[in-house]
């Protein structure tokens, strides 16, 4: 005796003898089935499907096989005929269909191959699923980042699950591939267009086990925007302020800033109500790269964090001072220099002196001149620094040295020297010749 359920849900007996034969209560339309019978001992898994549908409207049904495959076949004046791949030793066929009139109906059966053992207990035992942070048949309030980090755990005892995905809102399945460590990030949809969600989560093991779970929750938004400065500075000298911008939960929501160095290694954090706060990192690590991360739990215990896109840079404070020339363009009436200095600074002054540096007479023995003095002034500390001068040079090669005093600590001075060209501006409509002619007449 084989035992289904009908289109509202009420159990119904299938009766058969030498045929199956499926009487479904609250539907008159009955399935009979010609063969397979209840038993059989088939080699080849792939075997005929034959049978009868007491309607004679009906022109198609859909079938399912051990709950795997999914197609339709035909019907003609009630009667059927198809191939099925019976490829378990206890194998459930479900059938489902309307007729002319839309009055639904379905029916159930289960036909043993004894061709395949019967399966052992560790066999039996089907893959163990779990979604963390859900809890099946619950319904449950998420906040975004949990949404958006929702991980499947697939496990089986035989350690041979062959199939695992999901179905989102009833969408088309996905199909998921496990790491090393038996887990699968869902990656859901971004967009939400429904405020209640739905998702299927299924896996089948290599014996034909197939496990699932149900879940329904709704996503509330705590979101936020974070920004810090100064992006450069010194442990135990530059405090870095962090300014955030929270949006959605609901109040009062607790805040966590931190700054974190790379591999997510916490320097300094500190909770705070407010939407700024100041930091003031004293541990020394080395020149270091960091960035600033805000981790918020509102008053209904919904979760949500925010890193800043930037990434800022801190010194120690025994790093050795180092004074680059990263570019230098100088012209007869303007002159235009990068530079970098390690660690920060944010007040200084640099000296820019030119010495005529001739290749073949070789270097001059005159003194170093003066082409003038650059102004460093910066409410936060910097490393990179642009400047120029609008002094009359003549053409030609010079010895360039670039002399730097702290504004606040006279002890840290160092030069620079470097080869550079003076080229003619496209401005210059002063013959450079004929001036310095009459600026040596004039001298006389």
Same mark, same amino acid.
């Given at each position: 005796m084989n035992k289904g359920v009908s289109k509202f849900g009420a159990v119904y007996l299938c009766l058969f003898m030498t045929v199956f034969v499926c009487f479904c209560a609250g539907s008159e339309i009955e399935v009979t089935l010609i063969s397979p019978e209840p038993r059989i001992s088939s080699g080849d898994s792939r075997v005929e499907l034959e049978g009868l549908v007491s309607d004679l409207t009906v022109k198609e049904f859909r079938i399912i096989v051990n709950s795997q495959s999914d197609r339709f076949i035909a019907v003609d004046k009630g009667y059927f005929k198809g191939i099925v791949d019976l490829d378990q030793r206890e194998n459930k066929i479900m059938i489902f269909g309307a007729n002319q009139q839309r009055k !639904?109906?379905?029916?159930?059966?289960t036909v043993v191959n004894e061709v395949f053992r019967e399966k052992t207990e560790d066999q039996k035992i089907a893959p163990f699923l779990e979604v963390q942070g859900l809890t099946p048949d619950k319904f449950q309030i998420l906040s975004t980042l949990q949404y958006l980090n929702l991980e499947l755990l697939a496990t089986d005892n035989r350690g041979e699950i062959v199939q695992v995905g999901y179905v989102f $809102? /009833?969408? *088309?399945?996905?199909? #998921?591939? @496990? $790491?090393?460590?038996? %887990?699968? %990030? @869902? $990656?859901?949809? *971004?967009? #939400?267009? +429904? &405020?209640? !969600?739905? &998702?299927?989560?299924?896996?089948?093991?290599?014996? /034909?086990? +197939?496990?699932? &779970?149900?879940?329904?929750?709704?996503?509330?938004? #705590?979101?936020?925007? &974070? @920004?810090? =400065?100064? !992006?450069? /500075?010194?442990? /135990?000298? =530059?405090?870095?302020?962090?300014?955030?911008?929270v949006t959605g939960g609901t109040e009062p929501v607790k805040k966590k800033f931190s700054i974190r160095a790379s591999g997510d290694i916490e320097i300094l954090s500190k909770e705070s109500q407010e939407s700024d706060v100041l930091l003031q990192p004293e541990v020394n690590f080395g020149k270091t790269v960091f960035y600033a991360q805000l981790d918020l739990v509102d008053k209904n215990g919904i979760?949500? +964090?925010? =890193?800043? *896109?930037?990434r800022g840079l801190l010194y120690p404070q025994e790093f050795p001072r180092q004074f680059h020339v990263l570019s230098a363009r100088l012209e007869t009436i303007k002159q235009s220099l990068s530079f970098q200095m390690e660690p920060p600074i944010q007040k200084g002054e640099v000296s820019v002196l030119l010495k005529k540096n001739d290749p073949l007479q070789g270097m001059s023995q005159e003194e170093w001149k003066v082409l003038g003095s650059i102004s460093l002034n910066s409410s936060t500390p910097r490393t990179n620094w642009e400047s120029s001068l609008t002094q009359r040079v003549p053409v030609g090669p010079y010895l360039m040295k670039l002399s730097f005093a702290s504004g606040t600590q006279s002890q840290m001075s160092f030069t620079q020297t470097t080869q550079v060209l003076v080229t003619r501006s496209m401005h210059d409509s002063v013959d450079l010749l004929q001036g310095i002619l009459r600026e040596e007449l004039g001298n006389r």
């Open positions: !639904q109906f379905r029916a159930e059966f $809102n /009833g969408e *088309k399945p996905v199909y #998921l591939r @496990l $790491n090393d460590s038996s %887990r699968a %990030r @869902l $990656n859901l949809p *971004k967009d #939400l267009s +429904r &405020l209640s !969600q739905s &998702l299927h989560v299924f896996a089948l093991d290599n014996d /034909g086990n +197939r496990s699932s &779970l149900n879940f329904h929750f709704r996503v509330d938004h #705590l979101d936020c925007d &974070l @920004l810090f =400065t100064p !992006q450069v /500075g010194i442990f /135990g000298v =530059t405090p870095i302020v962090l300014s955030s911008r979760e949500g +964090r925010c =890193t800043s *896109k930037e």
